[in-house]
C-alpha cells in the first residue's frame, strides 16, 4: 500500500506550493487548422496539469500508426509547439495527404511513490488570492465536485467545483469551472461572475441561493454527450435536476431537466446508459430512485423506481457512481457502508431488487462515508476506487476486484484530513472528492475554502489522443491541372 499522507500540520493560507508533482497529463489538445497543406504544418497546443519531466507528441494516421513524433514542451499550464510537417518536426520527410490525421500527446515524469499534496486553490469565490475578501462559500464550499475523465470529451480535464452563491448581480453561481492544474478554466480576468455556471432562474433566485440546505449536491456527465453536465439539488423553488453545457463560454446557465416530475432531496446523481436506455439514477433517502430520461430530460410523468430494497441500518445515502464497466457504487453514512452491485444486477435491477446480499462489494467504514469516485482510464496500473469520509480518503483499490467485503480501520486511510485544515469530524465539513483521468485526488474544504490536490507518485507515462473534433487533413500541393 502507499504510504499514507498526514496534512494536518500544514499552514493554512495562500495557495499551496511543493516540491512534489501530480501525475501530469495532457489535456485540451487542438490543432491550429483542421485541413492543412501538407508542407503548411500546424500549430498543437496543448494543457498540462503538472510539470513533466518530457513530453512526446505523435501524429497518427487514420488507421491509428504513427507517422511523426517529436519533443513538446513540458511546462504546466498552456503549452504550443509548432509542427512543420514533417516526420521528426525537423529535417524527415513530409507526411502524405490524407485525412483523419490526430495527435497525441504523451507526458513522462518519476517522482516516489506514496501519496503527497502537490497543490492548491485558496478560495474559489477569491480566485485564489491570498486575502480572504470576502465569504461568499463560506461554510458550503464546495459541495461536490465533478472532474472529466473521458478523452473523448471536448471538456476532458475540466474540473467542475458546485457550491452556493448569494449574490444578486451575479445570479446563482452554484458551479465554477477549473482546468486540470486548479486554475479557473479560462484564467483570471478580475470577474469570477465570468467563470461559473449559473443555477436556475437567474432572474428571480438571484438572492434566495445561499445559505440552509440550498445547494448543488451531485454531479454527473451524459454519457451520449460527454460535455454536458447534470447538477441535483436544492433551490428555493423546490428540488431539482438540472443540465448544463461545459462548452458553452462562461457564463453558461442550468436548465431545467425535470420540470415534469417532482423530485425531492435529490442527493446525488449519475446518468447511465443501460440497454440502449438512458436513466438518472438519484440518491434519495435511503435508496436509489431510477428515472427513465428522453434526451437531457427526465421522461415526463415518471415516478421512478426505488431499486434497493430493506437493508438492515440504512437510512441515509450520498453518493452514487458508476464505473466504466458500468458497476454501480453506492454510499450510505447511516450504516457507514458502501455497496457495490455489478452491471448485470443493476441492468436487471427492479423495485428493491438491489440488496446487501447480492451486492459485489460490502465496505465498512470506521467513520461516515461521504463521496465515492472512480479514476480514469489512464491511472497507472487501473483505475482505483476512492472513498471519503469526514477524516480522509480511502483508497479501495483497483475497480476490476469482482467481490471485496471489508471493515477498514482508520489506519487504513489513504490520505489523512484532519482538523484544523478540513474543520471538524462533523459530517457537515465532510470533503468532497473527485479523481481524474490519471488517479490523483482532489479534495475539497468546505470550511477554509479550498481546493487542493494529492498524487500517489511514481514512474508514469501518460499517453492522449486528442478528441475526435480536433482531426485533420493534409491535402496535396500538387496543382490539379485538370481543371485549366
Known amino acids: 500500500m502507499l504510504k499514507r499522507l498526514l496534512v494536518s500540520s500544514i499552514l493554512l493560507g495562500a495557495s ?57 514542451t513540458a511546462t504546466v499550464g498552456l503549452n504550443s509547439v509548432v509542427w512543420n510537417g514533417r516526420n521528426d518536426n525537423a529535417a524527415g520527410a513530409f507526411l502524405t495527404s490524407g485525412t483523419g490525421y490526430k495527435v497525441r500527446v ?14 492548491g486553490h485558496r478560495s474559489l469565490g477569491n480566485l485564489g ?58 484564467g483570471y480576468d478580475g470577474s469570477y461572475a465570468n467563470r461559473l455556471i449559473k443555477g436556475l432562474a437567474d432572474a428571480t433566485n438571484a438572492t434566495g441561493v445561499g445559505g440552509g440546505n440550498n445547494a448543488l449536491w451531485g454531479l454527473s456527465l451524459d ?98 457512481e ?53 479514476a480514469g482510464a489512464g491511472a497507472p496500473g487501473g483505475p482505483h476506487v476512492f472513498v471519503s469520509t469526514t477524516l480522509g480518503v480511502y483508497d479501495l483499490g483497483l475497480a476490476t476486484q469482482a467481490t471485496k467485503t471489508v471493515t477498514l480501520l482508520t489506519t487504513d486511510r489513504a490520505i489523512e484530513l484532519n482538523a484544523p485544515y478540513y474543520g471538524t469530524s462533523s459530517v457537515t465539513y465532510s470533503p468532497p472528492l473527485a479523481v481524474d483521468y490519471v488517479g490523483n485526488v482532489i479534495a475539497g474544504d468546505r470550511v477554509n475554502e479550498h481546493v487542493r490536490m494529492y498524487s500517489p507518485g511514481g514512474n508514469t507515462s501518460i499517453p492522449v489522443t486528442a478528441p475526435a473534433s480536433q482531426s485533420f487533413a493534409l491535402t496535396s500541393n500538387v496543382p490539379d491541372w485538370t481543371q485549366y
Do not use: H
Open 16 to 72: 499551496l506550493t511543493s516540491t512534489a508533482l501530480a501525475i501530469p497529463y495532457a489535456s485540451g489538445i487542438q490543432v491550429s487548422s483542421t485541413s492543412v497543406a501538407v508542407t503548411a504544418g500546424l500549430t498543437i497546443s496543448y494543457t498540462l496539469n503538472e510539470d513533466a519531466d518530457s513530453v512526446s507528441i505523435e501524429v497518427l494516421d487514420s488507421g491509428n500508426s504513427v507517422v511523426a513524433t517529436f519533443a513538446g
Open 106 to 119: 504523451t507526458a513522462a515524469k518519476n517522482t516516489a511513490a506514496g501519496w503527497t499534496l502537490t497543490r
Open 129 to 186: 488570492q491570498t486575502a480572504e475578501v470576502n465569504t461568499i462559500f463560506a461554510g458550503f464550499s464546495p459541495n461536490t465536485m465533478l472532474s472529466v475523465k473521458n478523452p473523448s470529451s471536448d471538456a476532458f480535464g475540466k474540473l467542475v467545483v458546485a457550491s452556493t452563491y448569494n449574490n444578486a448581480t451575479a445570479g446563482n453561481a452554484v458551479a465554477v469551472v477549473m482546468n486540470p492544474d486548479l486554475s479557473l478554466a479560462g
Open 223 to 320: 454519457p451520449d454527450d460527454l460535455t454536458t453536465l447534470y447538477g441535483a439539488g436544492q433551490i428555493p423553488a423546490g428540488s431539482e435536476v438540472m443540465s448544463a453545457s461545459l462548452t458553452t463560454p462562461y457564463p453558461a446557465s442550468f436548465a431545467d431537466a425535470d420540470s415534469a416530475v417532482s423530485i425531492t432531496n435529490p442527493r446525488d446523481i449519475a446518468v447511465q446508459n443501460i440497454s440502449a436506455s438512458k436513466f438518472a439514477f438519484l440518491c434519495r433517502g435511503g435508496n436509489i430512485t431510477r428515472f427513465p430520461m428522453t434526451g437531457t430530460a427526465i421522461t415526463a410523468a415518471s415516478t421512478g423506481t426505488d431499486i434497493v430494497g430493506t437493508i438492515s441500518g440504512i437510512a441515509y445515502s450520498k453518493d452514487v
Open 322 to 374: 458508476f464505473d466504466a464497466d458500468g458497476n454501480l457504487y453506492w454510499v450510505t453514512q447511516a450504516g457507514l457502508k458502501l455497496f457495490r452491485w455489478d452491471a448485470a444486477t443493476v441492468a436487471a435491477a427492479t423495485a428493491g431488487s438491489l440488496l446487501d446480499t447480492n451486492a459485489a462489494w460490502v465496505v465498512t467504514f470506521p467513520e461516515r462515508p461521504m463521496f465515492v469516485k472512480v
